[in-house]
């Protein structure tokens, strides 16, 4: 192994975050103003979650799931803060990794990237999946044909993200704009339907049921790292990155909270006991054509939300090869202004893959959703950990990493069994160190 790892290759100075808006020694200037920046994270974060969750949550706590996603807003606050936090001083295409990587070694950086390269793709045929399940449902064909619709769905994304930021930022302004929309008509349309009695008894599942809500909006809440290996391409960040989060989590938490309190109000006892569960909603108050509108616009969430992690898988995986925990060759892109096209097609063959294990398995969506979400969670700890090591200590930015520190935690403790996979992945990691100080350790012919 090389005894150190290169440099990041951020926009500006790494250490203080300054200097992106004059462009880098390349003339690139970064693009993503304080407009994209904030659909970027609402896509991230909002995205196909609003198309299941609430539902499911209300399934498994009754009214008890309205404290689930509160619970979950509090989470998002420290959470979200801590990686703006991090973004705004070190804009890097690793992300997580590379915030890892200077406060705990390469080794940790290599596991928090495996987990989000190998682990959080897991849940792309997952986003695919519940878009196609709405525009099957409203056309009335077979719901077979979802399977063969939603890998369909993804594929304008990578097209998107090979032209680059420029291109797919501006077109994610306007999914993300899609996106906050479908929620607030559903919520106006669906709400004169709801009924006193679907809010009591408040917990009719107990605490347990509101800790099994949490544990599946924890997949709805993911998202707020996906932002930081694009963070090089943001104007003046350690303005833009802070504003956009802290309005991602005022436009997020309100959708969600809305959503799952008509959700309740409306569907009751009958919540998540069909696929589709936004076109139930909107067929109690609706005019008949408000369902084709719904399942439109939910195929473009999908398209919204895979728009904004095939550019961040694409960045961290030019980033992983950049600093040698893939090969080399998939570096390209990982330079300020690049755009990461060999890494992009890695992600491709991911996805691809993994795909074909949705198929074998008969679409089944529970494990990838909870190999998605273990991945995340173990992402977050490592994150949140090098946070406290990075930031200026009892600042702001170092104070919601403490506490996002013990929310993880807890976080960890619900993953249970579900994080073999991780930790498959972190013993591969160990092993490419492993590797590579015995080559640097043979002499040389």
């Given amino acids: 192994m090389a005894t150190a790892p290169p440099a990041p290759a951020a926009s500006g100075d790494p250490a203080t975050g300054e200097g992106p808006t004059s462009g880098d020694a390349a003339g690139h200037a970064p693009s993503v103003g304080l407009a994209q920046g904030t659909a970027l994270y609402i896509a991230a974060v909002l995205g196909t979650g609003i198309l299941v969750l609430p539902a499911l949550a209300a399934e498994a706590a009754g009214p008890g799931s309205i404290l689930a996603v509160i619970a979950l807003i509090g989470l998002s606050i420290p959470l979200a803060g801590t990686f703006a936090a991090l973004a705004a001083r070190f804009p890097d295409a690793g992300g997580v990794a590379t915030f890892v990587r200077l406060a705990l070694g390469p080794t940790a950086a290599r596991m928090s990237g495996y987990w989000f390269f190998f682990g959080v793709t897991v849940g792309a045929p997952v986003v695919g999946l519940l878009g196609a399940e709405y525009v099957v449902a409203v056309l009335g064909i077979e719901r077979w044909v979802a399977l063969v619709l939603a890998p369909v769905l993804l594929v304008p994304p990578f097209i998107l993200n090979a032209f680059g930021l420029r291109f797919s930022g501006r077109a ?3 999914l993300s704009g899609l996106l906050v929309v479908i929620v607030v008509g559903v919520v106006a349309v669906a709400a004169p ?83 589709v569960p936004l076109l139930d909603l909107v067929a109690e108050t609706a005019p008949a054509w408000g369902k084709y509108v719904v399942a439109t616009i939910a195929a473009i969430v999908a398209l919204g939300v895979v728009n904004t992690y095939v550019a961040a898988l694409a960045n961290l995986g030019a980033s992983l090869g950049r600093d040698g925990h893939l090969p080399r060759w998939f570096a390209k892109g990982a330079e300020a202004g690049g755009v990461p096209r060999r890494a992009l097609l890695l992600v491709a063959l991911l996805v691809a893959l993994y795909f074909a294990a949705f198929f074998v398995t008969g679409g089944v969506l529970t494990p990838f959703i909870l190999i998605h979400t273990s991945s995340m969670v173990s992402v977050y700890a490592l994150g949140v950990v090098a946070a406290l090591r990075l930031l200026p200590r009892f600042g702001l930015g170092w104070w919601f990493a403490a506490v996002s520190t013990v929310l993880v935690a807890g976080l960890i403790l619900l993953a249970g069994a579900n994080l073999l996979v991780p930790l498959v992945l972190a013993v591969a990691a160990v092993v490419v160190t492993v590797v590579q100080r015995v080559r640097a350790t043979r002499p040389t012919r």
């Fill in 172 to 174: 994610q302004l306007v």
């Fill in 193 to 275: 339907a709801s009924q006193a009695s679907n809010f009591s008894p408040l917990l009719p599942h107990g605490w347990a049921g509101v800790g099994l809500a949490v544990s599946l909006f924890v997949w709805a809440f993911a998202g707020w790292e996906a932002v930081t290996h694009i963070a090089g391409e943001f104007t003046r960040p350690r303005r833009t990155i802070p504003l956009a989060t802290a309005i991602a989590i005022v436009v997020v938490g309100a959708c969600y909270l809305g959503l799952q309190i008509v959700t309740v109000g409306v569907l009751g006892d009958r919540a998540g006991s069909s696929p």
